[in-house]
């Protein structure tokens, strides 16, 4: 098992940030422009049990995947897990923290790859570079949208 983690101060209260998170085209939004991905359905917002089906591409190849919340808890955190897709496994906790009126808002991903571990750790470390960026991205839009 692989794991990543993004964290970054966003100066706005935690419920700010997570009002910003429900948006419908949160997605859309919070996708790096190199990185093109076509929400094809989305059931719900941030609630345990709502679902995202979405569409990327690994060069021309499209990969369809499908994420499910699994725990929601209001202005505090929320998981969402692959059902199917591209990795063997995927487990994304988002956590909003109080601090000092602001919010660190930190991303916390385990995946594991599909593959022998020679290949997953270098196709993993090729995944946490490209999570590094798109995070950085994610939290500057997050702070752009959030802090007034």
Partial sequence: MLHF?????????????WKFHE????????????????????????????????????????????????????????????????FESWVHRHEFEAENGKTRLTDAISFSMPGAQTVEFISGWLVQAQLEAMFRYRHYVTKRECEN
């Fill in 5 to 17: 983690k993004h964290s970054s101060v966003i100066n706005a209260p935690p419920e700010v940030v």
């Fill in 23 to 86: 948006r419908s085209d949160i997605l859309q939004t919070l996708t790096p422009p190199w990185q093109p991905v076509k929400v094809m359905r989305r059931d719900g917002g941030l609630e345990v049990g709502a679902i995202t089906e979405f569409r990327l591409f690994l060069g021309p190849l499209p990969l369809t995947w499908l994420a499910r919340h699994t725990q929601c808890e209001k202005y505090r955190l929320f998981v969402d897990e692959q059902i199917s897709g591209p």
